[in-house]
């Protein structure tokens, strides 16, 4: 506590770029800087170029041979927001429980495009999980492999037409994706592919 | 750096814990931080939890997977849970990631959580971190996650890729802004303007359209055939129509938007029409006056007054309310109140609106009659012997009701004699003449008078103590209630619905009377002889004055009894209380004088806003006065009379005076101006105001209190009795004549009759009457007067009574400015005013008719001449009550007049000031009686007085308004022709009125007696107004009802496109026959 404040080494808002004893350049935005355990954080821009995203760094200076201070910065941090402890917990929860579905699945032996599948459709209906290799969504529908919409399988209702369009999109999304790494005809394929 | 280390600091444990804080919540946790982060002293939190922002942003990224990279080069991934206070991190389900890419974790590999220490930590990574995701606003200040829906709780967390809105503060531009916004309160157009929307019409829809009402753009017009079918349709339409116009769903909708009266009108004001009926139902059931009293309590405020009071109290705010009362008032129940009970309740009405008023005003005035009475009654033991003497139960009745006049008169007396009492005394002045009278009935008075000077003080106080006295407890309360329901009460009664309180008010006047009698024959006639003789012997005899005035006081009770008898029960209940007060004040006047100088000191100085001018016009006015008093041999001892004059006011004692005394009437006249000097003065100042515009009506007041004085004499003739009978004929004559005086005519009668003895009897009084009656009234009606004064002298005390009654309504207002006010009026309304000062001397000659028929009944005389005239008598009858009040009020100016020459000169300055102010004041008043009837006028003047003033004046002159309404009876008795009588009542309410501003005490007095007046008078032109209004009202409806029908016979014609026209027609026939 004696030691000088954060604001001494680095002020919060100031640009900052480090690289650690592994070589790996980091620079972000001063988030906050703890003297005692040399921790830094920096914010940086996402990686996956997300305008409303970050990526944040946690950075122990006890390892970092070398700090640039980009630019300083005077102004005074924005204040801090209240944070909302129980929906953190909550989120935490959830990422662990998906962590662990997903590595169940793994575990099972399902494909990567079973596992994208359930990936997709587990950010639409919280409602899934493996069985097996097959994916169970809401308890009504199943998907088994090879996870094609003709795999949807359970009682005729809006339940099943509503996986099979998710289904039906995500494999349109990944033929996309694929089109785009791949060629115009490619994709013309795949999309024919697709509708047949 | 071990997360066991820690051990004090302990981490936060499960994933709950990942806040900062641990369970304590993010809040806590920051807040402590900052704390911490502020000072050293970070107690609780240690290490990185004392590091605010540190806390905050790895919280912020709880939850979220992260890659954490070891000294060893070793990568974890996992889902960061929590971290210590040695930023020892924690990570769920956490496994090694292999170097090479792999589709993910096995089971296998997953550690339930892992804990790295802050040495072993190289760098941790956190992908896509939404930063804003727990945060619950922006500035933490208020955090509940329901604000989810804020602007940055949506911006920051918008699903998919929306780029963040950069929000922009609206800036419309100042100028514009206040533009449109001025515009949108300014901007009258309603919508489009017609040739826009033509213009729209025809570039959008390519409509052309017109402003032909027929519409052929849209419909056809109506064929008229002599087809059969048609002629059912057209058959068919009309009686629709006519249904549709009849029913009461209809004209009621109608009613309400033809309605034309204002909200206030509706809901806040008090409909006169409504409040009569109301008044009149409930005098009828309100026998307690106590209720009415509260009412006119309550009413005193103004709203209340003006609903009620709407004659009164809305005369002076708005003409409006009277109006609106008027025309609202159905014909019907004016007419009917009319009758009898209309005007019984507007005088009832009046009556409590006077009460009430002088609680208002009392603030003002009244406050200080208060404190005077206060103090008087605790000073001056005699006002209470006054009552006891003048009544032995009733009396406390009576002289509540004289009290009541008596408070307006010693308001008007203390303030209004001063000031007050010239102008709006003419009203006042009105009742200084009853007072006067009454003074004269305490004939001890008279006698004081000539104590006056030395007595009069004591008079005057009594008179006032007693006035106060009747006025604070009765005015203001229950006597006030009482006497004003009984008043107004045994008004209404005097027809119907006053039986009750006129048998009270009868019982107790009949006590009174004798009581009264009794005393007043003992003492009036010394108090008459030393008055009489006395003016001279004034210095001498006031001492013995006191004692006649106790005499007088009693005697006036009794002269009052006679009156009242006279007047009726009623009547004489008033009359009697007004005689009662009056007497009580004549002998209160000697006393008074002492106590009136005291309390007229204090009236002047409230009454100072009147006084205070009027006392330098009265002053000089006075001097003129004195000075015209001293010419007159008679006035030195005048002089001494005046005060008893004053006090003499009370009159009531006049009409028995001058009937014994037809000389001492005439003697009284010349005495008046000796005793006068107390009073006198008044009239001396009257006079010359008299000269002028005001000077007339104050030369009127004076003359009324000449006629009280004379009276005052009478009053011991009266005591004596052969007054009455005297009296009661000569007042039936002189009322005729009163009645005709205004026309002259019968004035001449009188004059003939009256006049020569009372140019015998006083010269100097003659002189001075006459040159007040000469500006008064025509030379004739001068002269007339005076005769009346000296005839009526003898009978004068009913008739000051009556034309105390007449005047009482100024008198109410204050003598001075009664006369004045007259004057004014006359002016205006020369037959008003001739009335007036007709009245006075008819009034005069009615108090000695009523005195004889009170007897008989309270109003007798007033009640058979207004009966016998208009249904009106039984107001009449009130009415002589009444002016018997007002007398006693007059009587108690007189009597502060006397109370101290000086003051009493004060006083007539102020008076007189008074005077000219209600002249000025009057003249408005008169421009109102003019336009509307004499009545209207009247109505006008209540309206245009206002509440204020009118509080005042009735609680000073709670009586007042009994007075005018007396005055009114006794015009309307006395003169036969109702609308005379009217007239002049009224212009003396407009005088009232008028008066009534200049002296807040004796405005108010006026405003009461304009109430009065009013009253009756709106109740003549209730019948107008409300005829009109109601034609009006219908007219209107009609129209309406034409209007709607037609506008349906429209919309039918539209669906029958055929039979429009002569739907219409047909409307418009219905409508023609409706």
């Known amino acids: 506590m004696a030691a000088p404040g954060p604001g001494e080494y680095f002020s919060v808002g100031s640009h900052v770029s480090c690289l650690t004893c592994l070589d790996q350049r980091l620079q972000g935005e001063v988030v906050a800087f703890d003297y005692q355990s040399k921790m830094l954080t920096l914010k940086c821009a996402s990686s996956s170029g997300k305008p409303n995203l970050s990526d944040v760094v946690l950075i122990n200076l006890a390892y970092v041979s070398e700090v640039d201070i980009i630019t300083d910065r005077t102004e005074t941090p924005p204040p801090l927001a209240s944070l909302n402890v129980s929906k953190l917990a909550n989120r935490a929860k959830t990422e662990k429980e998906d962590k662990l579905s997903q590595a169940y699945a793994i575990s099972a032996g399902v494909s990567v495009e079973g596992q994208q599948l359930f990936q997709t459709i587990h950010k639409t209906i919280k409602e899934c999980k493996w069985q097996e290799k097959n994916i169970i969504v809401m308890d009504d529908v199943v998907i088994s492999p090879p996870y094609q919409v003709d795999n949807c399988k359970g009682k005729e209702g809006s339940a099943l037409s509503h996986v099979r369009k998710i289904v039906e999109k995500h494999f349109r999304d990944v033929e996309s994706q694929k089109s785009m790494q791949r060629s115009q005809a490619q994709q013309t394929q795949k999309d024919s592919t697709l509708s047949s | ?1074």
């Open chain 2, 1 to 1074: 750096m071990s997360m066991k280390a820690g051990g004090n600091r302990s981490k936060p444990g499960g994933g709950n814990a990942a806040g900062a804080g641990g369970s304590g919540g993010g809040r806590q946790n920051l807040g402590r931080g900052r704390h911490s982060g502020k000072g050293p002293a970070a107690v609780i939190f240690n290490g990185v939890y004392a590091n605010m922002r540190m806390v905050h942003v790895l919280t912020s990224v709880v939850g979220t997977k992260c890659e954490l990279k070891v000294k060893n080069g070793a990568v974890y991934e996992g889902v960061f849970k929590t971290y210590g206070p040695e930023c020892d991190l924690v990570l769920d389900a956490a496994h090694r990631k292999s170097p090479e890419p792999s589709a993910g974790p096995k089971n296998e590999d997953i550690v339930e959580s892992i804990v790295f220490k802050a040495s072993d930590v190289v760098a941790v990574s956190f992908k896509d971190v939404d930063l804003n995701f727990a945060r619950k606003e922006h500035k933490g200040v208020s955090l509940r996650v329901s604000d989810n829906f804020t602007d940055s709780a949506v911006s920051g967390r918008i699903n998919g890729e929306h780029k963040e809105k950069d929000l922009e503060p609206w800036d419309g531009g100042e100028t514009h802004n206040s533009d449109s916004l001025e515009s949108l309160d300014t901007d009258v157009s309603n919508g489009w303007d017609p040739n826009d929307m033509f213009k729209y019409n025809e570039e959008k829809y390519g409509v052309l359209s017109t402003y032909d009402s027929s519409l052929s753009t849209y419909t056809v017009p109506l064929e008229r055939d002599n087809s059969e079918e048609f002629l059912k349709r057209e058959a068919r339409a009309a009686q629709l129509a006519e249904e549709i116009e009849a029913s009461s769903t209809y004209m009621a909708r109608v009613a309400l938007e033809n309605d034309e009266r204002s909200e206030e009108e509706k809901f806040t004001a008090v409909v006169r029409g409504e409040r009569e009926t109301h008044t009149l139902s409930r005098e009828n059931k309100y026998i307690p006056p106590g209720q009415r009293n509260r009412e006119a309590m309550s009413w005193g405020s103004g709203r209340q007054n003006s609903p009620r009071l709407t004659p009164n109290s809305a005369g002076p705010p708005a003409p409006r309310v009277g109006l609106h009362d008027y025309n609202q008032s159905p014909g019907g129940d004016q007419r009917v109140v009319n009758g009898g009970p209309p005007r019984m309740s507007p005088k009832s009405q009046r009556m409590p609106r006077a009460h009430r008023v002088p609680p208002s005003r009392t603030t003002g005035m009244p406050p200080v009659v208060d404190l005077i009475s206060h103090t008087t009654p605790g000073d001056v033991p005699a006002t209470p012997s006054n009552r006891g003497n003048s009544s032995g139960g009733t009396w406390s009745s009576v002289v509540s009701g004289a009290h009541r006049p008596r408070s307006p008169r010693q308001n008007n007396m203390g303030g209004a004699s001063p000031s007050s009492a010239s102008l709006p005394q003419t009203g006042t002045a009105p009742a200084e003449s009853f007072a006067a009278p009454t003074s004269a009935s305490s004939p001890t008075a008279p006698s004081p008078a000539p104590n006056m000077v030395a007595s009069l003080s004591g008079d005057v106080k009594e008179s006032r103590v007693q006035e106060t006295r009747q006025t604070s407890p009765k005015a203001n309360k229950d006597g006030m209630k009482d006497s004003s329901s009984n008043i107004s009460r045994p008004v209404c009664k005097g027809l119907p619905s006053l039986a009750l309180d006129h048998r009270k008010q009868i019982d107790n006047l009949k006590k009174f009377s004798e009581d009264f009698r009794l005393q007043s024959s003992s003492n009036p006639d010394p108090a008459y002889e030393l008055m009489i003789t006395k003016p001279p012997r004034d210095s001498a005899d006031k001492p013995t004055d006191l004692a006649s005035l106790d005499k007088a006081s009693s005697m006036s009770p009794e002269d009052r009894g006679g009156t009242a008898p006279s007047t009726g029960a009623i009547n004489a209940s008033k009359p009697g209380s007004p005689a009662a007060l009056s007497p009580s004040p004549s002998g209160t006047e000697q006393k008074r004088a002492g106590l009136d100088v005291t309390s007229q000191g204090v009236q002047t100085t409230a009454m100072s806003n009147f006084a205070g001018p009027k006392h330098e016009e009265k002053e000089e006015k006075k001097e003129a006065v004195q000075d015209q008093v001293r010419k007159s041999t008679l006035n030195p001892n005048a002089n001494e009379f005046k005060p008893r004059f004053n006090t003499q006011p009370k009159p009531a004692n006049t009409p028995t005076p001058p009937r014994p005394q037809g000389q001492p009437s005439p003697s009284i006249l010349v005495q008046q101006p000796p005793t006068v000097y107390g009073q006198p003065v008044c009239f001396p100042q009257m006079y010359p105001l008299t000269p002028v515009s005001p000077g007339v009506q104050k030369s009127i007041i004076w003359k009324s209190p000449a006629m009280y004085q004379v009276q005052m004499p009478h009053m011991t003739v009266n005591q004596s009795k052969p007054y009455r009978p005297g009296k009661v004929p000569n007042m039936t004559q002189q009322r005729s004549d009163q009645h005709h005086p205004p026309g002259t005519p019968t004035l001449m009668h009188p004059a003939t009759a009256a006049g020569p003895p009372i140019i015998t009897q006083s010269p100097a009084y003659s002189a001075q009457y006459f040159t007040c009656s000469p500006q008064q009234f025509p030379s004739q009606q001068l002269v007339q007067q005076m005769p009346h004064y000296q005839s009526q002298a003898q009978h004068v005390f009913s008739p000051v009574m009556q034309g105390s009654a007449r005047m009482m309504a100024p008198h109410a207002h204050g003598q001075p400015s009664l006369v004045s006010s007259s004057t004014t009026q006359y002016p205006e309304q020369t037959h008003t005013m001739y009335v007036s000062p007709g009245p006075m001397p008819q009034q005069y000659p009615h108090p000695s008719a009523t005195l004889h028929p009170h007897p008989q009944h309270p109003q007798p005389s007033a009640t058979p001449t207004g009966q016998g005239q208009q249904g009106g008598p039984p107001q009449h009858g009130g009415p002589p009550a009444h002016p018997a009040a007002s007398p006693v009020q007059h009587p108690q100016h007189p009597q502060a007049a006397a109370a101290a020459a000086a003051a009493a000169q004060a006083l007539h300055l102020a008076n007189q000031s008074q005077q000219p102010m209600y002249s000025a004041l009057a003249p408005t008043p008169p421009s109102m009686t003019p336009g509307p009837n004499p009545q209207s006028p009247q109505a006008a003047f209540p309206s245009a007085q206002q509440t204020v003033y009118i509080h005042p004046q009735q609680v000073q002159h709670g009586y007042n308004p009994n007075h005018m309404a007396h005055v009114q009876q006794a015009h309307m008795q006395s003169g036969m022709v109702p609308s005379h009588h009217a007239p002049p009542t009224h212009p003396p309410m407009m005088l009232m009125a008028t008066q009534g501003p200049p002296g807040g005490p004796q405005p108010p007095m006026a405003q009461t007696a304009l109430n009065h007046i009013p009253v009756s008078s709106t109740t003549p032109f209730s019948y107008l107004a409300h005829p009109q209004g109601k034609h009006r009202k219908q007219n209107t409806c009609l129209l309406l009802a034409h209007v709607h029908v037609v506008a349906w016979l429209l919309q039918c014609s539209l669906i029958t496109s055929n039979s429009c026209r002569w739907q219409i027609d047909g409307a418009s026939e219905q409508k023609l026959r409706s």
